[in-house]
């Protein structure tokens, strides 16, 4: 599949390349023609499929589309233009403005006789233009989110994201998959759009009668709530891991046994397993007297933290509020089972007890506290599956969490704190960090997974576990040669840029 369609984020005040307003398909939001740096904002708009946006006129949206269909060649030969008083509003924090259009109502009759032809441009029915041009302001006003379950299960996704995105979303269940293409297609939303996208593929929405509106909110909320300056843990993180776990969930031993309940379970824990991370670990924030480590008695204390996030929201939100007080209880409580397993520094125990019932043979997942100890082993996979991906991406990964690791290591040398192992930038190298990992973490469960689960997918994350150590290796022998024990890719970070909750210190 080409990857031309990469289209960068930009500042407003900066204009847009002339090879993106080129390409077939564009979008163009401007409030003056100079902006984006052509003379006539209609210019854009003479390409078939395109759309245009001139807020210069603040009540006018401009939709030209060519040679869609004959219907389109009869409403739009010209420029339509649809009066309205709404605006646009971000889709989250630090984003760009969307412009939700959902072209499927375009096709319907009963839409097509509010739109005037160019020649009289008549008035449009309000509650049809607040579904053509709002997704998120005009969210309650649409019929379609009001309960009403859609005939075709891909129309609940709408069209907050189209093309490219579109595509990846069909070939999810890849172990390919690649995550950070998808975050920048869909504008920094990977972790809600795939969240979204997995929770209809499952009918998780029509078995647990779950309002949408209240979904979307609830997955914007757990996006926010991760820092995007960390550079590992954040959301980008959290989508990877779900989309592993999706993968571990479609495992043929696993999707003949896993009820709706369990696939619930799995989902959410996998998307919040490391809510609101503050980029250091468990270590830095007892030597700190961080109040986190009081509260939570200095044991497992991000996973609680997370825990606890994760369950505020869900209250917050009412995702379940429909579910008896007995069933909430029982979800927060298996939630924070799942989360509370990802705790690396109980890896042993967790690995010692999956290996000995692989040795005994008695794992039987018609047994509801098997399924979950198996869910407990797969979120750990998922949560450490980055040595098993392509080199491209987990080289990428190897990168991003060692400059985490490095950047606790400045905090402690300002405040004069022992630094963290694995977190001195002058002492340790990518390639030594992940050769250890791999070599005492990741291995012995991924060979425990694979004797659980002798698949295709296994076998695959066994082979590029192995052929990214040697990578790793060569490049630890390259650089013993060249001399320099230095990794290039990472330059020194601005101690001040402090963890937000490390600015008590």
Request: glycine share 6%; proline share 5%; aromatic share 10%.
């Amino acid at each position: 599949m080409e990857v031309c369609y990469q289209l960068p984020v930009l500042p407003l005040d900066r204009p847009v390349p002339k090879h993106v307003l080129s390409r077939r398909g564009a979008i163009s939001f401007s409030s003056s023609s100079s902006l984006f740096g052509c003379p006539d904002p209609r210019q854009l708009s003479q390409r078939r499929g395109a759309i245009s946006y001139d807020s210069s006129d603040q009540t006018a949206v401009y939709i030209r589309m060519l040679g869609a269909c004959v219907i389109f060649k009869q409403l739009f030969s010209r420029d339509v233009r649809v009066r309205s008083r709404v605006g646009f509003e971000p889709e989250r924090r630090g984003s760009h403005p969307y412009l939700y259009i959902d072209f499927r109502i375009l096709h319907s009759k009963t839409t097509c006789k509010y739109i005037a032809c160019p020649e009289s441009v008549g008035p449009v029915c309000s509650r049809k233009v607040r579904r053509l041009l709002s997704f998120q302001r005009y969210l309650h006003c649409s019929r379609f989110f009001r309960g009403f379950p859609p005939q075709n299960p891909l129309y609940i996704l709408d069209d907050d994201y189209t093309g490219q995105a579109k595509c990846m979303l069909e070939k999810v269940g890849n172990w390919n998959f690649d995550i950070f293409l998808f975050d920048r297609l869909t504008n920094g939303n990977s972790l809600v759009s795939l969240s979204f996208h997995l929770f209809s593929c499952f009918g998780l929405i029509e078995f647990f009668h779950l309002d949408m509106v209240k979904l979307r909110r609830f997955l914007v909320m757990v996006q926010e709530d991760y820092h995007n300056q960390n550079p590992y843990h954040n959301a980008v993180h959290a989508a990877d891991v779900t989309q592993a776990m999706h993968c571990y969930l479609k495992e043929p031993k696993l999707c003949k046994s896993l009820t709706p309940w369990d696939i619930l379970l799995g989902l959410l824990a996998a998307a919040t397993h490391d809510l609101d991370h503050p980029g250091v670990n468990q270590s830095f924030l007892i030597k700190t007297n961080h109040y986190l480590a009081s509260l939570y008695k200095n044991t497992s204390v991000l996973e609680n933290h997370h825990w606890r996030s994760a369950v505020g929201l869900l209250r917050e939100s009412g995702l379940f509020a429909h579910l008896s007080a007995e069933d909430r209880l029982k979800m927060e409580s298996e939630l924070g089972s799942l989360i509370l397993a990802t705790d690396i520094s109980r890896q042993n125990e967790y690995l010692s007890q999956f290996r000995a019932h692989l040795d005994r043979e008695d794992l039987c997942l018609d047994d509801a506290g098997h399924r979950h100890f198996i869910l407990q082993m797969a979120l750990k996979c998922a949560d450490i599956c980055n040595p098993c991906r392509t080199w491209e991406l987990s080289k990428q990964w190897s990168e991003k969490v060692t400059q985490e690791f490095f950047h606790q290591g400045d905090i402690e040398k300002k405040y004069k704190l022992e630094v963290s192992p694995l977190c001195d930038r002058q002492l340790e190298t990518v390639a030594d960090i992940q050769i250890g990992f791999i070599t005492y973490v990741v291995e012995p469960l991924f060979v425990e997974w694979a004797r659980f689960t002798d698949t295709r997918l296994s076998q695959t994350m066994l082979g590029y576990l192995g052929l990214n150590k040697a990578g790793w290796k060569g490049m630890l022998q390259g650089q013993a040669v060249s001399g320099d024990d230095t990794d290039p890719a990472f330059e020194e970070n601005d101690p001040d840029t402090l963890p937000q909750e490390s600015r008590e210190l």
